[in-house]
């Protein structure tokens, strides 16, 4: 089982950018698919982007797509997420998951490691 620690929110102004980190531990995590969700206050957890194990396939929600980038480095057993041009509705606890497939899923269900998350507040 993959553990993960995120880093790297914060509170930024919207238009702002941020960069978070997914660190893992253990060999599995570079023969895993990873993903990013958050949750805001009150409200389910979404997705937000995935990646597949090879890094050369991506995917993200219609809300983020063209400001965030996901990423990793399997060599540093890493996983990135590059936000830009941040909005308060993007206001959250970011988590990062993996799963023991090659594939990614938009599903939370799917994933069965998790971070503990880490908090991004954008202010208007």
């Known amino acids: 089982q993959v553990q993960l620690v995120e880093s790297g929110g914060g509170l930024v102004q919207a238009g702002g950018s941020l960069r978070l980190s997914c660190a893992a531990s253990?060999?599995?995590?570079?023969?895993?698919?990873m993903g990013w969700f958050r949750q805001a206050p009150g409200k389910e957890r979404e997705f937000v982007a995935a990646?597949?194990?090879?890094?050369?396939?991506?995917g993200y929600s219609d809300s983020v797509k063209g400001r965030f980038t996901i990423s990793r480095d399997n060599a540093k057993n890493t996983g990135y997420l590059q936000m830009t041009n941040l909005k308060p509705e993007d206001t959250a606890v970011y988590y990062c998951a993996a799963r023991r497939e090659p594939g990614y899923s938009t599903w939370s269900g799917g994933y069965t490691g998790w971070g503990q998350g880490t908090q991004v507040t954008v202010s208007s």
């Open positions: 253990g060999r599995t995590f570079s023969s895993s698919a």
């Open positions: 990646i597949t194990w090879s890094g050369g396939i991506t």
